[in-house]
């Protein structure tokens, strides 16, 4: 359905996109994610048609869209910054599109009000734009980008500015209606708990290149490199010298999966692979800090520091949690050891 071809997009002397490959296939939802400034917007832009490319294409369904006016790309695009028309009310923002497609008047308001019921905000066709909050903007910008059932569906930061249960809810809703439909869609959020949510597929940006790409599990059962592992959360990173099953690291040896290539390496232990023990097994930490994360899991980061290296971040629930200031002995969990490539990102 999309595809980028090397397509590269400078602002003088930055780069924002760096010859990005990308493809997204008919009826699949793919999240872009990554930090501020990493170019997911600029991406967006270019697919839309709002930014030239400097070098490389875009095609839609198998078509150049070189000089093709963003009217012509029959794509949807939902904005952050909304753009609704402040001089219409909610029905006539979300019926926007439908009217341009000649949609009939009853067929138009059947579906504006299905798309209402379905961002929240039911019955509220008749309010003005102007009076109504951010986050209830945003879920209007949505309906209306969702209305005229674009071939392809971009949104940026979709969820953006709503409240975490409504955020919740919605990208359910959204996968599912997605799926329903058999929606196309490619969104921008650098959330990846949202991204997770979402996408069928997500793509990790890095200074405008992809840094990975592949299914959620995939992303975060093995991120491709330190800073796609950093940017999921992922602290407890260290190097490390791999040989025989076992790998010698500033946390003392500790046993990797068989598959891990050997010699020096970047180690990833996700923090449910750091079990708590009695202070004398394994290696000594005290319990620097605790945070309640909440949830139905009840899960508790605490941050344990040992008598040598860096802090390490362990998760458990609420009943086997230490308190501050206890002393703990820490072992590894070999399945939750990731040996990181790419990109050494510092800390
Ligand atoms: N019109 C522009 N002129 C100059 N520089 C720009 C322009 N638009 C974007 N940039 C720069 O290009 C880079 C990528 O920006 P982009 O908006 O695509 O990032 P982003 O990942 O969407 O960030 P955010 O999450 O903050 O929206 C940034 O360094 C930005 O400052």
Do not use: Y
């Amino acid at each position: 359905m999309l595809r980028l071809e090397d397509v590269t997009v400078r602002f003088g002397e930055r780069t924002a996109l760096d010859a990005v490959d990308l493809q997204v296939a008919e009826h699949e939802t793919v999240c872009v994610l990554g930090p501020s400034g990493s170019g997911k917007s600029t991406l967006l832009r270019v697919v839309a048609g709002l930014q030239r490319t400097d070098t490389g294409r875009v095609l839609l369904s198998g078509r150049d869209q070189t000089g093709v006016p963003p009217h012509k790309r029959g794509v949807g695009l939902m904005f952050q910054d909304h753009q609704l028309f402040p001089q219409r009310d909610v029905a006539g923002n979300v019926a926007f599109g439908p009217r341009m497609h000649r949609t009939g008047k009853e067929e138009t308001a059947r579906q504006v009000a299905g798309l209402l019921d379905l961002v929240g905000l039911p019955g509220a066709g008749q309010r003005a734009v102007t009076q109504l909050s951010g986050g209830e903007q945003q879920r209007v910008a949505l309906a209306r980008a969702l209305a005229p059932r674009p071939r392809l569906l971009m949104l940026d930061e979709p969820l953006g500015q709503l409240d975490r249960g409504l955020r919740e809810r919605l990208v359910v809703e959204l996968r599912a209606l997605f799926h329903r439909l058999g929606t196309t869609a490619l969104a921008v959020t650098h959330d990846h708990g949202e991204a997770f949510a979402l996408a069928d597929r997500v793509v990790v940006m890095e200074e405008g290149r992809i840094a990975q790409a592949g299914s959620p599990l995939e992303v975060w059962l093995r991120p491709a490199s330190e800073f796609v592992a950093r940017f999921l959360g992922f602290d407890n990173i260290t190097e490390a010298t791999v040989r025989g099953g076992t790998a010698e690291t500033v946390w003392g040896t500790l046993a990797v999966p068989e598959d891990t290539p050997e010699g020096r390496a970047r180690l990833l232990i996700r923090p449910s692979g750091v079990l708590l023990r009695a202070p004398g097994e394994g290696l000594r930490c005290t319990v620097a800090a605790r945070t309640f994360r909440g949830g139905d899991a009840s899960v508790v980061t605490a941050l344990l520091r040992p008598g040598d290296g860096p802090p390490l971040e362990a998760a458990c629930t609420l009943r086997e949690a230490p308190r501050e200031g206890e002393e703990v002995g820490v072992v590894f969990d070999p399945r939750e050891v990731v040996a990181l490539g790419g990109s050494q990102q510092a800390a």
